[in-house]
Nanobody
């Protein structure tokens, strides 16, 4: 069983920056991929950025050039610069974990990011 805990959300003005962190812990063989998703009010959850164990990275078109995902062992970060009001959402961390005989996805509880205009 693994646990995923996010931190770093908050309220920021347009153009500001925030850094989100997510730590995965528990009994696991390894982590295949880690990523950040977000869900704005009234909208579906969407991928923001994802990084695999091999270092491959994907970004949503809406955040390219502004957000940077990075990873250090079992911790993944999302550096968010030039924030816009449309970035306001609940941000979730997702980890795909290797449990020896299977893989399983785990979600964090979410951290709120609010960008004021």
């Amino acid at each position: 069983q693994a646990q995923v805990v996010e931190s770093g959300g908050g309220l920021v003005q347009t153009g500001g920056s925030l850094r989100l962190s997510c730590v995965a812990s528990g009994s696991m063989r390894g982590i295949n991929a880690m990523g950040w998703y977000r869900q704005a009010a009234g909208k579906q959850r969407e991928l923001v950025a994802r990084i695999t164990s091999g270092g491959s990275i994907n970004y949503a078109d809406s955040v390219k050039g502004r957000f940077t995902i990075s990873r250090d062992k079992n911790t993944v970060y999302l550096q968010m610069n030039s924030l816009k009001p449309e970035d306001t959402a609940l941000y979730y961390c997702y980890c795909n974990v290797d449990l020896w005989t299977t893989t399983r996805g785990y979600w964090g509880q979410g951290t709120q990011v609010t960008v004021s205009s």
